[in-house]
Nanobody
């Protein structure tokens, strides 16, 4: 059974940095993309960034220039380096793997940015 395990969330001051990691256990065939979504209180879940197996990247406008997504295919791990964090980045961040059969989701890791 596939599980996505996230780590790296926490409390940081505005302007600080965090690095999120997500490792997929088990074998996933036909991965299209790995990515990060976030959901702030009272808001819908939104895409932050994703990266395809060919390493093409896609970022939300709010993440461009501050966040960097990367992946290690050998480790089935995706990373999100977040710099210049703002209070509005506060949310639960979810790891996602999109494959031919659908999506796998992690349980989420909380990122809190204080002003």
């Amino acid at each position: 059974q596939v599980q996505l395990v996230e780590s790296g969330g926490g409390l940081v001051q505005a302007g600080g940095s965090l690095r999120l990691s997500c490792t997929a256990s088990g074998t996933i065939f036909g991965i299209n993309a790995m990515g990060w979504y976030r959901q702030a209180p009272g808001k819908q879940r939104e895409l932050v960034a994703d990266i395809t197996s060919g390493r093409s990247t896609n970022y939300a406008d709010s993440a461009k220039g501050r966040f960097t997504i990367s992946r290690d295919n050998a480790k089935n791990t995706v990373y999100l380096q977040m710099n210049s964090l703002k209070p509005e980045d506060t949310a639960v961040y979810y790891c996602n793997v999109n494959y031919w059969g659908g999506d796998y989701w992690g349980k989420g890791t909380l990122v809190t940015v204080s002003s």
